[in-house]
């Protein structure tokens, strides 16, 4: 035989044999070890690493690049993560989970066809940064969360067609993310409503969706009943304002940011007030409490820090039973004037003079007045007068005083009115306690019927603008107060929700207020603690 030649890799290891002499004293494990650590470099020099290879599932066909899965139950997951294609037919998955495809970050295309998918989560296709042609198409689907294509930065085909869609405003996010995305879509048609059933989704214009929405949840009660309820602004921070009758007094509410509630601030003896009018003039604070007997009064705040006190007894002669006031401005003063209910009494027009709140003028005597609402109409001062005795009367301000102007037709029996405006046009809300409250448009000379609402046993009806939503609440004595919504097409208030529980025990007025981004309802209760709403603004296309 002739001579063995050792082989580089024996060579190698007779050499690294012999220098391991020097740890022989380390024994049998420690040589072991020893050897296994080199032979595992040994096994890995200049081989690169690369990914583990995935396997086939067994419901799917596979080449080097895609796979076709057909009839499997669930999601298929061992596929190479250097997969670019994959399709999925007929398969048992009725929810896609968020991340569904985070092990194949490379695909290109992915396909679903005819599947029954009830559930497709936000940001199931997250991690597909590569992914660009996308097919929904044919998978019953009714609706498509809103983030669905969240980080799909490089899609440049996507296919809705042949689903279920419903076109509510579920869908009102993907028309509007249609012409702002880099691809081509087949959204396909709607299958209902049935007023936009077979429409294409194309076709759609997004403006004519309707996804907004307003509720109002309890929030917190103010133990004591009242008859009125203002807000005002005094320093750059928000107030409200209750009148009190049985506690007598005018109660100040602030916020409390460190409770996130309301809490007293300040309280004016007023004992049978029926109303409590603020008005803020610089650094001053007036508020005018108009009481049943003892006289009404005018209190006072010269600067910030201080208390308000009691500075004016107001017209003693002629409020004699006052039943409501408000805050008007006339030539660029401030005035307030007071409805008297009393047949000895007259309702007063009060303006300042001086320091002070004097009569300028007596209104709609022996009529035994029951509200009065300062308005413009045709860019002139106007006032309404409601009254147990007739009809309501129209004044407009001419020669500095207020002339008769007209009455308001086919409202009989209205304890008390409001007006708001909305797209040009001045509304006018007319409480009746028996009969329907009505909604009535001035025409520009006269107030006419737009809408009649059953209201038995209502003291109220108050138009309120809560941010963008023109808002009216009919409370009543008997039933659950109702809340409607002005719709801005039908120029008509719609029905949108009762208010409580708690349920309100026979409202007399209602106030909102903007605190800490927060909007707030007030409703003052005769017989009842007033209770506080908060508003919330709901998307409906979320």
Excluded at 351 to 363: A, H, K, N, V
Aim: hydrophobic content about 45%; proline content about 6%; charged content about 20%.
């Amino acid at each position: 035989m002739g001579d063995v030649v050792a082989s580089p890799s024996r060579a190698g290891w007779a050499e690294r044999s012999s220098s391991s002499a020097g740890v022989r004293g380390m024994g049998g494990p420690g040589i072991l070890l020893l050897l296994l650590l080199l032979l595992l470099a040994e096994a890995g020099a200049g081989v690169a690493w690369r990914p583990p290879k995935g396997k086939c599932p067994l419901s799917c066909s596979c080449s080097k690049d895609s796979a076709l899965c057909e009839g499997s139950l669930d999601l298929p997951e061992s596929f190479s993560p250097t997969l670019l294609s994959l399709s999925l037919v007929k398969t048992g998955v009725t929810q896609l989970k968020a991340g569904s495809f985070l092990r194949v970050p490379s695909l290109h295309l992915l396909l679903f066809t005819s599947n029954s998918f009830s559930v497709i989560e936000d940001d199931a296709f997250a991690g597909l940064s590569h992914l660009q042609y996308l097919s929904l198409a044919n998978n019953h689907l009714e609706t498509l969360p809103r983030f669905l294509f969240r980080g799909l930065e490089t899609l440049t085909h996507v296919d809705l067609r042949g689903n279920q869609f419903q076109c509510d405003c579920r869908v009102l996010w993907l028309l509007q993310w249609m012409p702002t995305v880099n691809a081509s879509v087949g959204a396909g048609a709607c299958a209902g409503p049935a007023a936009l059933a077979h429409r294409q989704l194309r076709h759609l214009d997004p403006k004519t969706f309707k996804c907004r929405a307003i509720e109002l949840s309890w929030f917190q009660t103010i133990g004591e009943s009242a008859l009125g309820v203002e807000s005002f602004s005094y320093q750059g921070e928000p107030h409200i304002i209750l009148a009190q009758p049985f506690a007598g007094r005018c109660l100040i509410l602030t916020w409390d940011y460190g409770l996130q509630h309301f809490r007293p601030e300040e309280e004016l003896s007023a004992p049978s007030v029926v109303s409590c009018k603020p008005l803020v003039l610089g650094l001053r604070l007036f508020v005018l409490a108009a009481r049943l007997w003892g006289g009404s009064q005018l209190w006072s705040r010269p600067s910030p820090g201080l208390r308000l006190a009691p500075t004016q007894a107001l017209a003693p002669r002629r409020l004699l039973r006052p039943n409501d006031a408000e805050l008007l401005w006339l030539d660029g003063q401030p005035c307030f004037v007071v409805a008297d209910a009393s047949k000895a009494g007259s309702t007063t027009l009060l303006c300042r003079d001086g320091l002070g709140f004097y009569p300028r003028q007596s209104l709609h005597a022996w009529h035994r007045d029951t509200d009065a609402e300062a308005l413009e109409l045709d860019g002139r001062p106007h006032l309404l007068l409601a009254s147990a005795s007739q009809r309501p009367v129209l004044f407009h301000w001419f020669g500095g005083r207020f002339e008769r102007r007209t009455d308001i037709p086919e409202a009989e029996d209205v304890y008390a009115t409001r007006h708001f405006q909305a797209g040009g046009d001045v509304f006018l809300c007319l409480t009746r306690y028996i009969g329907d409250s009505m909604v009535m448009r001035w025409d520009g000379s006269m107030f006419r019927l737009l809408q009649q609402l059953p209201s038995r046993g209502s003291h109220v009806f108050q138009p309120l603008l809560i941010a963008r939503d023109q808002l009216a609440i009919l409370g009543s004595d008997f039933a659950f107060s109702q809340v409607f919504h002005l719709e801005p097409d039908k120029g008509l208030l719609e029905p949108l929700q009762e208010l409580g529980p708690p349920a309100l025990v026979a409202p007399r007025a209602f106030a909102h207020i903007t605190m800490a981004n927060r909007r707030f309802l007030f409703a003052a209760c005769f017989k009842g603690p007033t209770q506080i709403y908060q508003v919330h603004e709901l998307d409906l296309s979320a």
